[in-house]
C-alpha cells in the first residue's frame, strides 16, 4: 500500500527557511504526479507545488512562486519542499499528496485529484 511520510515542520521566525521531506514507500512512482498542499485553521485546503516525477516538471501557487522549490530524490523515493524567505501567511499543516493517474498528463492543483496524502507536518511562522 502507499505510503506518504512527511516530516521537517517546525516553528521558524519571518524571512527564514524550512525544508519538508515526503517519503513514500508501497509503489513505483515514476509516473505519479505528486503535490503539497496546506490548510491553515478554519480555511480549505489548497494547493502549494506539483511535480511531475518522471520529468521533474514542476508547477506552483502564485503565492510561493520565486520562494518555494519542489523537488525530487529517485533514489530516496522523496519529495522535498524547500521554503525561503517564509512569511506568517505560509504557517499551515502541509500535506504531501500523490496523484497515480491523469487522463490528460496534466498536473492538478485540486485535492480531489488526488489518491494518497501523508498525515501532515505542521508550519509556524513567527512574525
Known amino acids: 500500500q502507499v505510503q506518504l511520510v512527511e516530516s521537517g515542520g517546525g516553528l521558524v521566525q519571518a524571512g527564514g ?14 509516473s505519479y504526479h505528486m503535490g503539497w498542499f496546506r490548510q491553515a485553521p478554519g480555511k480549505e ?5 506539483a511535480l511531475k516525477w518522471s520529468s521533474g ?5 502564485d503565492s ?7 523537488s525530487r530524490d529517485n533514489a530516496k523515493s522523496t519529495i522535498y519542499l524547500q521554503m525561503n524567505s ?4 505560509d504557517t499551515a499543516v502541509y ?7 491523469s487522463r490528460t498528463g496534466l498536473m492538478s492543483l485540486f485535492p480531489a485529484d488526488y ?11 513567527s512574525s
Open 17 to 30: 527557511s524550512l525544508r519538508l521531506s515526503c517519503a513514500a514507500s508501497g509503489r513505483t512512482f515514476s
Open 45 to 49: 485546503r489548497e494547493f502549494v507545488a
Open 57 to 61: 516538471l514542476t508547477y506552483y501557487a
Open 64 to 70: 510561493v512562486k520565486g520562494r518555494f522549490t519542489i
Open 86 to 89: 517564509l512569511k506568517p501567511e
Open 95 to 101: 500535506y504531501c499528496a500523490a496523484r497515480s493517474f
Open 115 to 125: 489518491d494518497y496524502w501523508g498525515q501532515g507536518t505542521q508550519v509556524t511562522v
